[in-house]
């Protein structure tokens, strides 16, 4: 008796479990159109500002020296605040507001960005993006599929990702070419690191919570999966331009 329900219910198991591999694949494709989305939006805006009038309310030109105005400056800290804002008030938002913060920020982001095109040519631009993005979308596949339990070393990343950002401050006073240049290698490998850990961490964080959401906290928990995912790639974007990017000759 024991060993013939046993064996009935493996296909109402097997058919719960790929009921649960479908959702899980819709949900990390949610996530993947929202992070794809914000950085197109992002580089829409960053071209924008760099090539038109709007260059002259972000940033004045001395010469060929390019320096923020009161709204340039305001547009590089306010990402911060947003991610903030979003972090901590996720739980508290509504799922509109979530939505409509995540909007803002990548277009701030684009405003923030927007000065890498004074500093390299717009090939070099486009030729590292498109760098990052192969990079990026293999680290994450691996993420994704990999056996391997990468919360192990979550600890030792987000150290690391401390560690960044108070070498990256000291680094402001110093000017030490050979720190940039470390801090720039730590920085790519990094946020390879972190791309495949947020990976994993979404995928496994879906298969323990789904049943436990309803349509609104889900979908906020995607916006907010895509932030993650979505810094990781504008980070390791920035560390990839300080090796490869070509300077434009007005910045030699």
């Not at 717009?122 to 919360?151: E, H, I, N």
Request: proline residues 1%; contains cysteine; aromatic residues 16%.
């Amino acid at each position: 008796m024991f060993s013939r329900d046993y064996q009935s219910s493996q296909p109402y198991a097997g058919a719960q479990q790929a009921a649960l591999d479908t959702e899980l694949r819709s949900y990390m494709l949610r996530v993947y159109n929202w992070m794809a989305s914000g950085l197109l939006l992002t580089a829409i805006v960053a071209y924008a500002i760099a090539n038109t009038s709007l260059r002259h309310i972000f940033f004045r030109e001395d010469g060929y020296a390019i320096h923020p105005t009161g709204l340039g400056l305001l547009a590089m800290i306010a990402p911060l605040g947003f991610v903030m804002v979003m972090s901590f008030g996720v739980n508290r938002l509504s799922r509109q507001a979530v939505q409509t913060l995540f909007w803002v920020f990548c277009a701030v982001m684009g405003a923030s960005l927007s000065s890498i095109f004074f500093v390299y040519t717009d090939v070099s631009v486009a030729r590292v993006f498109l760098v990052t993005a192969g990079t990026f979308a293999g680290t994450s596949l691996w993420g994704y599929v990999t056996k391997a339990d990468l919360s192990r070393f979550g600890s030792f990343l987000m150290m690391g990702l401390i560690g960044l950002i108070v070498a990256s401050i000291v680094n402001m006073f110093m000017h030490s070419a050979a720190m940039y240049f470390v801090i720039s290698l730590v920085g790519v490998f990094l946020f390879i690191g972190l791309t495949a850990f947020d990976t994993q961490r979404i995928k496994m964080t879906y298969l323990q919570f789904a049943q436990y959401e309803g349509a609104d906290e889900a979908a906020k928990r995607s916006v907010y999966d895509a932030l993650n995912l979505y810094l990781n790639f504008i980070n390791l974007f920035q560390f990839l331009l300080q090796f490869m990017g070509v300077r434009s000759s007005s910045n030699d």
